[in-house]
């Protein structure tokens, strides 16, 4: 079928399985052109099939040569319909890695669930044995409670008072100022924390440390997202920032889990980039797009494959094993983002931001070609006027 891309406010509701395999390849070169390095050899990615997942899953696989499972929600292929990005990603990645010689299998399932941990477990049992790395790099507005049933859906709201910024509307390049009310009750925070925070993340280290299938000396990683003050009401200071505290603290949680086979857990501060659930936060978009201009102007500019490798190569596998952490024993690799040179630039450019000069100050085209790359569309190389195959299968999954 011919595939164009329709989307509906910050979501796109196809995706172009020759546009993502594309996406997949180029984020496969550029691991193979960095080098590979002294990396895990056996990984579980949870959250695999788009955003920092998928790039982990791609920098463990053709950094490290690491045999990888990967965990995900995605909509598989019929004819007629397409499937989701992390979908046609999946199966690219994994196309790739058994060209290469490498494992690499997926469960398609809600990572929440016990059914989905309890086959993750027997997978690794099979195939693998022991696992040495765990990423946990979930993203969901709603969470249904394993041992409960309750169903908690996650809410972007400021707590105290309302919040009133600039925010874009990234199709249309018109920028206005939102006022965004702030949470009801404490509950508002409580349902976030259920989704966002860090539960889920100590199900899956429990599960999998009881099973057997953790390694010694294992290590696992979460991550997070600090940025600057300008969003701190609606991202740190807000209900997501409260999930985002819980998670940070689980680390030290999880730590005391792992104690017996000498595991490690880290939270590694990531930068804002544009994926499905970053543009789903108002006020963030137009941060990136000013950001982005500000970082390619002093070339240090990353996607989610350079922060990936830049977290492998040099903090979590270091040649002296010493992995860099901050006062708050977090990786930070968005380092380049805080530094103040950088935050001084896009702090006066947002003063000055506006629908007129948006085009000229920010790189809004370059974040737009983001948002469209993620779901297959906006490459160069690929004829979205010509039929293509929408019914792509995921090699491990029947
Ligand atoms: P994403 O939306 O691209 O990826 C989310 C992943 O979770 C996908 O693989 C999806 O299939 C999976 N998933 C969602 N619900 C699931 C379920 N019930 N069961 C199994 N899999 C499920 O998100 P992104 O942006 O890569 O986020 C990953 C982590 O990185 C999050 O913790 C996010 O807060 C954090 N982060 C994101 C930043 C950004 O700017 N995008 C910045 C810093 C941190």
Redesign the pocket.
Known sequence: MIIKPRTRGFICLTSHPDGTAQNIKNQIDYVKKQGTFQGPKKVLV?????????SSRITAAFGAGAATIG????KPTAPGKPG?A?WYNSAAFEKEAQAAGLYAKSIN?????DE?KQQTIDLIKKDLGQIDLVV?????PR?THPKTGVAYSSVLKPIGQPFTNKTVDFHSGVVSDISIAPIESQEDIDNTIAV?GGEDWKFWMEDLHKAGVLAPNVQTV????IGPELTFPIYRNGT?GQA?ND?EATATTIDQILSNINGKAYVS??????????SAIPV?PLY?SLLYKVMKDKNIHEG?IEQMYRLFNERLYTTDGQVPVDEQGRIRI?DWEMRDDVQAEVSKLWNEATTENLEEISDIKGYRDDFFN?FGFNFDNIDYDAETNEVIEIPSIQ
């Open positions: 949870i959250g695999a099939s788009t955003g920092f997942g998928i965990v995900f929600f995605e989701t992390g399932g809600d990572a929440f669930s989905v946990y790099s979930l993203a969901s969470r966002m979460a991550y997070s997202y997501i985002k998670l501060v990531n930068k804002a980039l544009v994926t499905q659930s970053s963030v990136i989610t968005d993620l």
